[in-house]
Structures are given as C-alpha cells and as structure tokens.
C-alpha cells in the first residue's frame, strides 16, 4: 500500500499565504513525478504544479510567480508555497505522486484525499 496525506490547507486572507505538505508512505520503489491539482467549487480539476525528481518544475499560468513547489526526496514530501493568494485560488488541492512500489516495474498514479484552501476575507 502507499498512501499520500496532505497537510495545510485553510482559511486565508486574500494577500495571504499557505504552505501544503503532502507525505508519501508505504512501499516505496522509487517516485517519479509529483505535483498538485485543485478543483475550485463548481470547476473541473486543473494542474496547478508539478516537479520531476530532479527538480524541474512546471506552473499553470495562474499561479506562476506567486506558487512554489519544491520536494525533498529523502523524506519523500512535496510542497507547494501559496503566496498572494487571491480568492479564486479558493480550491480543494489535491496532491499527486506518480510512484513504482517495490517488487514492481510500472509507474502508476496515486492520490491523495485533498485539503482545502479558502481565501476570503
């Protein structure tokens, strides 16, 4: 089993930041790509970050200049800063991780719950 849990969502001014943490557990072969989607209330689920093992990193236009992922893959976590957040980043953000488990050669994707980030004032 693996399992990803993510941590850090809330209620934020608008002007305000947030930082997610999503943990990757379980029987781990090795992990790939990693990132986050949201889905604002009503809207379909959009990628807002990704990064590669090796760091490389990619930004919905949204989001570019003011979001930063990062990981650290010793501890197996990813990260997304949320700075000015603005209330249409109000969202459920859900974690991703495409993962190899061990005693296995495929990669898959695996999920985590989501968290909430709400932006209001």
């Known amino acids: 089993q693996v399992q990803l849990v993510e941590s850090g969502g809330g209620l934020v001014q608008p002007g305000g930041s947030l930082r997610l943490s999503c943990v990757v557990s379980?029987?781990?072969?090795?992990?790939?790509?990693m990132g986050w989607y949201r889905q604002p209330p009503g809207k379909e689920r959009e990628l807002v970050a990704s990064i590669t093992r090796g760091g490389a990193t990619k930004y919905v236009d949204s989001v570019e200049g003011r979001f930063t992922i990062s990981r650290d893959n010793t501890k197996n976590t990813v990260y997304l800063q949320m700075n000015s957040l603005k209330p249409e980043d109000t969202a459920v953000y859900y974690c991703?991780?495409?993962?190899?488990?061990?005693?296995?050669?495929?990669?898959?994707?695996?999920w985590g719950q989501g968290t909430l980030v709400t932006v209001s004032s």
């Open positions: 991703y991780a495409d993962i190899r488990r061990l005693a296995t050669s495929r990669y898959l994707e695996h």
């Open positions: 379980g029987s781990i072969g090795s992990i790939n790509v």
